[in-house]
């Protein structure tokens, strides 16, 4: 009866793609932990040689590249295996800004015209939060697309996610990647049900919680600020503890956490363990925590990650801090060849792990190396600030750094302020405003002045209660007076 309708033309996504050949490339979470995750680094190192070979052939086709590495005088010859990598120039969104900007709205480096592209593949548009400016698009081919949810499931099932459980995602699927990179892992990778609720804006705190224990959610993916913007409307609002969820764990961004602070208030709050993940739109899901605790294992198979010195680009020993360089190792559609970051972080000493894997693994992000202020000779990093913020209960944790140019005849002098809230609740700053600047002067080895201010007053300026990171540095030193 049907047998006389014709095959459709059209790029249809299930068609875009040779799902035999995916799943054997890149497993499956289950089938992935059992097998690359336990690989020994020598056969991981060899996976990671073979697929970086192959995208320097995409890349050589890219008109980006082909000037990147020309004007270097790099042939291609002379790439010869995943060691020569630091023979190869880094660059930065920078950088691709400026492609974008000649050749809009993707640039040369996205390595397609996208009406043709359209017509073989389904393309998708994300783009970064644009909390640093405006926001850089990044498209997905079906390849990319897959990886983006398939990577964040993996880490999520090597966290405790089996199917039947239920995991909320208060954050919106716009053109940010979180909500979709989750959702996509939830829904098509692990048989877990993603609950969409949205940002704060979408779907109210209260409703949000409401929705919670209705639904039976046992998996929380969010920003640390806004969990505890949930626990807190849990307890006052509803007059219930967030511990009765029952969850089974949370993933979120912990950021420069160097103490644990925000780890332990969050397992506190919530009575599960709460695991840390690293990523940017770009690159995906870079690292991720696991049960060990021990780190956070960079997706090797998928990303190829290197700590380069921050003012040199020489690379840097274990456990010293420096900028995340990252290479693609599957991205066709907007290829990622030695990719600066300007995220620091440090890398661990490399050994085989308690779960049985040697994939390297990076400490706690420190913070973005370009939102760095340099302030009488010292370099500071304002997410330097958390642990002394964190450290004295009267504060809400939150706060943002102001740096100001004072000029008395005729001398130039940068200033730094450090603006924290205070909770309403409090009972009393005495003594708070000294303490933290002594802390903070042993943290940042900076005299800086603390500003007190009330709770929610940071709200707008360091963006804060909303979807996406918040904003920890307010640079007013070239803004006329």
Not at 69 to 96: A, H, Q, R, V, Y
Request: glycine share 8%.
């Amino acid at each position: 009866m049907l047998e006389d309708i014709p095959k459709s033309r059209l790029p249809i996504y299930r068609r875009a793609i040779d799902w035999d050949w995916f799943d054997r490339e890149y497993p499956a979470p289950d089938v992935f932990a059992e097998t690359i995750f336990k690989w020994p680094y020598e056969r991981v190192r060899a996976l990671q040689n073979k697929r970086f070979l192959a995208m320097m052939e995409v890349a050589w086709q890219n008109g980006f590249y082909q000037k990147l590495w020309g004007d270097k005088g790099i042939e291609p010859g002379d790439i010869k295996s995943i060691d020569d990598l630091g023979k190869l120039p880094t660059f930065n969104s920078d950088d691709i800004k400026d492609s974008q900007k000649d050749g809009p709205p993707f640039g040369a480096i996205a390595g397609i015209e996208r009406s043709a592209e359209l017509q073989r593949q389904p393309l998708k548009l994300q783009t970064s939060g644009g909390t640093t400016g405006k926001a850089r698009p990044t498209l997905y081919g079906v390849v990319e697309w897959e990886m983006n949810g398939l990577q964040i499931a993996r880490s999520h099932y090597l966290q405790g996610a089996r199917p039947g459980d239920v995991m909320q995602i208060p954050a919106t699927c716009s053109l940010a990647n979180l909500a979709w990179s989750h959702y996509h892992a939830a829904h098509y990778y692990l048989s877990v049900m993603p609950l969409t609720t949205g940002s704060g804006v979408v779907t109210p705190s209260a409703k949000q919680v409401e929705i919670a224990f209705d639904y039976g959610t046992n998996i929380f993916v969010s920003f640390p600020e806004y969990l505890t913007t949930l626990a807190a409307e849990a307890r006052k609002g509803m007059g219930r503890d967030p511990r009765e969820l029952g969850l089974k764990y949370i993933t979120t961004y912990l950021g420069p956490d160097m103490e644990g602070t925000l780890r332990r208030d969050l397992e506190q709050l919530f009575g599960c363990p709460v695991y840390d993940n690293y990523g940017t739109h770009e690159i995906s899901h870079a690292a991720f925590e696991a049960e060990d605790k021990n780190g956070m294992y960079f997706m090797e198979d998928c990303i190829h990650i290197e700590l380069t010195d921050t003012e040199t680009g020489a690379p840097v020993a274990a456990g010293q801090p420096g900028n995340m360089v990252a290479t693609s190792l599957y991205r066709h559609v907007l290829p990622l060849i030695r990719f600066n970051l300007r995220d620091l972080a440090s890398m661990l000493p490399h050994e085989k792990t308690a779960l049985g894997s040697e994939f390297r693994r990076m400490g706690h992000f420190l913070g973005r190396s370009d939102s760095m202020v340099k302030i009488r000779g010292t370099n500071v990093y304002p997410m330097a600030c958390l642990a002394a913020i964190k450290s004295d209960p009267r504060t809400t944790g939150e706060w943002i750094v102001i740096a100001d140019r004072h000029v008395r005849d005729s001398v130039i002098r940068d200033e730094l302020t450090v603006q924290v809230e205070v909770r309403s609740d409090a009972g009393g700053t005495g003594g708070l405003k000294e303490t933290l600047e002594k802390r903070l002067l042993a943290d940042l080895g900076l005299k800086v002045a603390v500003e007190l201010v009330d709770e929610g007053a940071l709200r707008e300026a360091a963006n804060l209660g909303r979807e996406g990171k918040p904003r920890r540095l307010l640079d007013r030193r070239h803004e006329k007076k």
